[in-house]
C-alpha cells in the first residue's frame, strides 16, 4: 500500500522560505512515476503547483509559483521536497503530496491541471504567508 506523508508547513513572513517533505512507502518508488505538490485554499479549486517525473527529474509549474519554488526529490531517501521561496499571501494554502503510478500516457503539463490523474494523496500540510 502506498502511503505518503508530508511535513514543514507552517507560518511564515512574506518574502520568507519553507521547505515541504513528503515521504513515500509503498510502491511509489517501485516504477517510474509522476510525483506532484497540488494545494488548496478555502473557497478554492484545488490547484497544481509542481510535477516531477521520476525517471529524469523533469519538472513543470504552474505560472502562479514559477522562479519562487522548486520541486526535487531524494530517490534513497524516498522523498519529495518542495522549497518554497519570495512566498505571498496568496500561496497560503492547504499543501497536498501526490502519486501518479498508473503509467497513462499524459504529460507532466497535463498532470499539473489534474488532480484526478493521481491515485495516491497525503495527508496535507498547512503554510499560512502573513506578515
Known amino acids: 500500500q502506498v502511503q505518503l506523508v508530508e511535513s514543514g508547513g507552517g507560518s511564515a513572513l512574506p518574502g520568507g522560505s519553507l521547505r515541504l517533505s513528503c515521504v513515500a512507502s509503498g510502491v511509489t518508488y517501485a516504477s517510474e512515476s509522476f510525483m506532484a505538490w497540488f494545494r488548496q485554499a478555502p473557497g478554492k479549486e484545488r490547484e497544481g503547483v509542481a510535477v516531477i517525473y521520476t525517471g529524469d527529474n523533469g519538472a513543470v509549474y504552474a505560472d502562479s509559483v514559477l522562479g519562487r519554488f522548486k520541486i526535487s526529490r531524494d530517490k534513497a531517501k524516498a522523498t519529495l521536497y518542495l522549497q518554497m521561496d519570495k512566498l505571498k499571501p496568496e500561496d497560503t494554502a492547504m499543501y497536498y503530496c501526490?502519486?501518479?503510478?498508473?503509467?497513462?500516457?499524459?504529460?507532466?503539463?497535463?498532470?499539473?491541471?489534474?488532480?484526478?490523474?493521481?491515485?495516491?494523496w497525503g495527508q496535507g500540510t498547512q503554510v499560512t504567508v502573513s506578515s
Open positions: 501526490a502519486s501518479d503510478t498508473s503509467g497513462r500516457l499524459a504529460s507532466p503539463w497535463e498532470r499539473l491541471r489534474s488532480p484526478a490523474m493521481f491515485n495516491y
